[in-house]
């Protein structure tokens, strides 16, 4: 964040592109994760016999030779969900022992990320990207070594790995800054740019390894990106009354008592709660909490439809997207809800648009409708209890819009609903004819890889909304708003 540095508006266009290119990544970066998860066959997952370690439990890595392959997506390279063919293996009960309070203790979180956590003597060198363990015991000074990608997704390329060592005093750089709060090192670059990966990749994990601290905490960053910084400077400074330091140009040693190397992603999106550190617990829903209190968003809780008053009406927004998965009656989708009984509003948020006004927009609706897309991740600032629909669009994409933004909204504690289209109501039709394979068997395209699913599934097509089945989707979302304030009045 360097003195609060405020991102040139030429660096914002100069992303929007980036950002847009990123935006189609995430939809393919996401099928291959739950195609992982679901033992589907894709060509470009890694896979290994090596063995991992349980999502739960820590050890030491011992220093050893990893393979990664990886396909190239216009410059974006990550496989996601692949397992790495990294193996972290236990150590013995003599070296997992921490002595003299000194310790490192590495954990990998199986599909994502390797993270080291480094207790005693840690002196940090930015220009040489080495944290470095000086233990006060003799008898733990045997020199060890570490390699840690400080970005979430360890499989994302043009990330410089972070060299954790533990060695002797005569071998390890001199202190010339001393802190005496902890700090946490991380990555920037990799998938950031895309609104969605902003989040699910850097600021849920950034929250979730800082939060214990109370803003007592020095984040240092690598591969810094100052418009990145701007942008998402409330939600930073939150986390921490510290500027970030620059990692990669940094010309001092900065000793700490605790450091944490790389951010721990636990899912897409969200939050696990029994591997928060610090026995914390906590949840996506407190992260989205901590952002309506962060950019002091007036609604925490959605509202509820009362019968005795049924002039009040809940708000619901759609989203509507600028390119490819766009709703092209728009219109009649909007008259629809008003059918249902809400006050419908169509909203176009943009990537160069600040992210407190978005929020503030966001949080005065109750409900959302939206094809899957970044411009779901605004869910995250509604106020608690509102609902959301995913319109899914056509080609079995049930799996990933459900690992990208069902299983998140859930987790914030909204009512999730999806809205799957049909043939019939996708542009790919009309397009293609009914007797192409991309219309006629969705399952095939899939199972001669994901490339076409991208091309046209993905890319390629709009969506026409049936309004006459889409009402009973929208009326489920008005009575789940009712049964809240009959639930209240019982209660």
Not at 86 to 103: G, M, P, R
Request: net charge neutral.
């Amino acid at each position: 964040m360097g003195s609060e540095v405020k991102p040139a508006k030429h660096g914002l266009r100069r992303h929007l592109n980036s950002g847009f290119v990123a935006g189609f990544l995430l939809v393919l970066l996401t099928y291959v994760i739950v195609s992982q998860q679901f033992a589907m066959e894709t060509p470009t997952a890694v896979t290994s016999t090596a063995r991992r370690i349980d999502e739960n439990e820590s050890v030491t890595k011992a220093p050893v030779e990893t393979e990664k392959t990886e396909q190239e997506w216009q410059r974006a390279k990550d496989t996601s969900g692949a397992v790495s063919t990294e193996e972290l293996s236990k150590s013995d009960s003599a070296n997992a022992k921490a002595i003299d309070n000194d310790k490192v203790v590495c954990s990998s979180n199986g599909f994502y990320s390797d993270t080291c956590d480094v207790d005693g003597d840690v002196r940090i060198n930015g220009t040489a990207l080495s944290v470095t363990l000086v233990p006060a015991s003799r008898r733990s000074s045997e020199r060890r070594e570490w390699k840690i990608q400080p970005y979430p997704r360890r499989t994302v390329s043009g990330i410089a790995e972070v060299t954790v060592t533990q060695q002797e005093e005569q071998a390890a750089p001199a202190c010339t800054v001393t802190h005496g709060v902890p700090a946490v090192v991380f990555a920037l670059g990799g998938l950031t740019g895309n609104y969605w990966h902003d989040f699910s990749d850097v600021l849920v994990p950034l929250f979730v390894a800082s939060r214990q601290y109370g803003g007592e905490v020095q984040f240092l960053v690598s591969n810094i990106q100052p418009w990145w910084l701007g942008k998402y400077k409330a939600i930073v400074r939150r986390l921490s009354r510290y500027d970030a330091v620059d990692l990669d140009h940094d010309t001092d040693v900065r000793c700490f008592r605790r450091v944490t190397v790389g951010l721990r992603m636990h899912k897409e999106f969200s939050v696990k709660p029994e591997l928060a550190p610090g026995g914390q617990r906590l949840t996506m829903a407190d992260f989205a909490a901590f952002l309506r209190d962060t950019y002091a968003l007036p609604r925490a809780v959605a509202a509820s439809v009362s019968q005795s008053s049924p002039e009040k009406r809940p708000r619901l927004v759609v989203i509507r997207r600028g390119h490819y998965r766009k709703i092209v009656n728009m219109d009649e989708v909007v008259r629809a809800a008003e059918a249902a009984g809400f006050e419908a509003v169509v909203m176009s948020p943009r990537f160069d648009e600040a992210v407190e006004e978005v929020a503030r927009k966001v949080n005065a609706f109750d409900a959302m409708v939206g094809v899957h897309g970044a411009g779901l991740t605004n869910a995250v600032f509604l106020p608690a209890g509102a609902v959301v629909i995913q319109v899914v669009p056509y080609g079995r994409l049930e799996r990933m819009a459900k690992a990208d933004f069902g299983e998140p909204v859930a987790d914030m504690g909204h009512r999730y609903m999806e809205y799957s289209i049909a043939a019939d109501e996708s542009t790919l039709l009309e397009m293609l004819g009914p007797e192409h394979q991309v219309v006629k068997d969705p399952e095939a395209v899939h199972r001669s890889g994901w490339d076409k699913v991208a091309e046209y599934y993905l890319g390629k097509q709009d969506v026409r909304i049936n309004v006459g089945r889409f009402a009973a989707t929208l009326a489920e979302a008005f009575d789940h708003l009712r049964a809240r304030i009959d639930h209240n009045q019982r209660s």
